[in-house]
Structure formats: C-alpha cells, structure tokens
C-alpha cells in the first residue's frame, strides 16, 4: 500500500484548483478566471485499492497585502511542510522563468512534478522549449504535460505521482473524498458566484459565512451570510430591487443541490464588517 500528500504549488490562475478537479474527478475546488479565488488550503482524498493520495490545492503564491493574504501565504507553507511530493504547476503560454522563480523559492525537499498546464493553447514547439527548460531545474524530478480543462495528459500524472508515492497505510479511512465540512463548500460554491457576477473589486472584498444548515424531510434549509467592506458594495451584491443577489441565489442553489444531491432553499443575507480582511477575530469567525 502507498499513501502520501501530493500538495499543488504555483502562480495564481495557473489552474491549480482546475487540476484539483480534475484528478479527483468531482467538483471541490471553485475556480474562476479571476486571481486569487482560492483562500483555503482544500484537501480531497483519492482512494484505491493500492493507493490513497491526499492532494491540496493551494492558495496562488503572492506578496502578502493583508492580514487575510498572511493567512493564504500559512496555508501555502503549511502544504510545504507536510508534502511527500510536490506538483508544481505552471501555465504553458507564459514565460517558464516567471514560475522558476516561485518554485525556486520554494526550497522544495521532495521530489517534485512540474506540470505544464494549458498545453492546448501552445505549439509543440514552446511545450518543448518550456520541458526543456524545467527538466535543467534541481528541484523537477519530471514534467508532465497536461490540459487540466479537457483532462488531458490526467491518466499519465496519475500514474506518475503513484509510482513516487512512499509506501504507507492509508491516512483516511471510509469513502470521504475531503476532510472539510459540507458547510465549507456550501459557502464556497457562493463565493464562486461573487466571482463570476461581480467586477473586479467586488469578489476580494466578500466571503461568505454559511449560519444556518438544516437537514428538513424534504430539502436542506440553508441561511448565508455574504460579507462585505462597505456600504456601496452590499448595494453592488444586491443589486436594483434585488436583482443581482437572486441572480446569485439561484445560480448558486444549483450548484448546491448538485453537490449535495438534494434539494435546497438557500436564503441569502449580506453584512457589511468594515476592513474584515484585516480584523484577526473576524477571519477567525469566517475560517481563516
């Protein structure tokens, strides 16, 4: 039996959470073409009959700005610490240095995989130049080329990271594929949506806190809270007469309902917390 922590490092939008995705075969990384969508470190456990990978999407590695980036930068060094092998993903259609850089940094002490991701958008000629060049680097033990959106190049990653694996009993037992809570991917399947509605500014200033998650006979009862810094943006999140947030609620709901296999009622509320994302009480109260 092997098992081991496969912990995923890389630039913001390189595709770290799409990769997630991908390799688990469900849906527990939200992604957006935004930078910065994920905050957590997210774990999801693939289990099989000779193996168990516990993989972490990792927030984008970035200069802190706020009490709440410090927080993503310790989820990044906490996967450091913990990792048996390290994927470290890049965007084919940018320069190679640019990741060199942040993986370097990284000061890796396990055997690492760099994926070059998006290789769809590329030629054959600037895969090959982009292999070439991180195959040169201490810290790549191989370089495997995928398309994380069309799951190309999945199977032969897969394979690879299992022949890296150290021999181990499993870490998790039972069929979970995560060890977070279900409220955690209610309120991040929510906060998708912020990022997919709202412009630029909107989605940095907004979390979401899930307060009520009730099991009923016939549905699930759920009760959100959506965060934000001020005033004029909790008019931007609602929106004429309510426009936009039952936009959001009904586009979120879906995606709940497909996640957990259930119908639900989703009730949305928006607070605003002035500068939240630099008080340490709030980010605690909204698990960071």
Known sequence: MKSGFVNIFGKPNAGKSTLLNALIGEKLAIVSHKVQTTRHRIKAILSGEDHQIIFSDTPG????????????????????????????????????????????????????????????????????????????????????????????????????????????????EGDDISDLPTKFFVSELIREKIFLLYGEEIPYHATVLVQEFKEKTTLIKIVADI????????????????????????????????????????ELFVKVRPKWRDNEMQLKEYGY
Request: negative net charge; aromatic residues 6%.
């Open 61 to 172: 590695i970035i200069e802190p700005r706020y009490k709440l980036h410090e927080k993503m930068m310790q989820a990044v060094k906490g996967s450091l610490e913990d990792a048996d092998i390290a994927l470290l993903i890049t965007d084919a259609r940018e320069n190679p240095e640019e990741s060199h850089v942040i993986f370097s940094a990284l000061k890796l002490k396990v055997p690492a995989l760099v994926v070059l991701n998006k290789s769809d958008a590329v030629s054959d000629e600037d895969i090959d130049k982009a292999v070439d060049f991180f195959k040169q680097q201490p810290y790549c033990k191989e370089v495997v080329v995928i398309s994380a959106l069309k799951k190309k190049g999945i199977e032969k990653l897969l394979a690879t990271i299992i022949e890296l694996l150290p021999e181990g009993a499993p870490f998790y």
């Open 227 to 266: 965060i934000v810094q001020r005033d004029t943006q909790k008019g931007i999140i609602l929106g004429e007469g309510g426009k936009m947030i039952k936009q959001l609620g009904t586009l979120a709901r879906k995606d709940i309902e497909a996640f957990l296999d259930s119908k639900v009622f989703l």
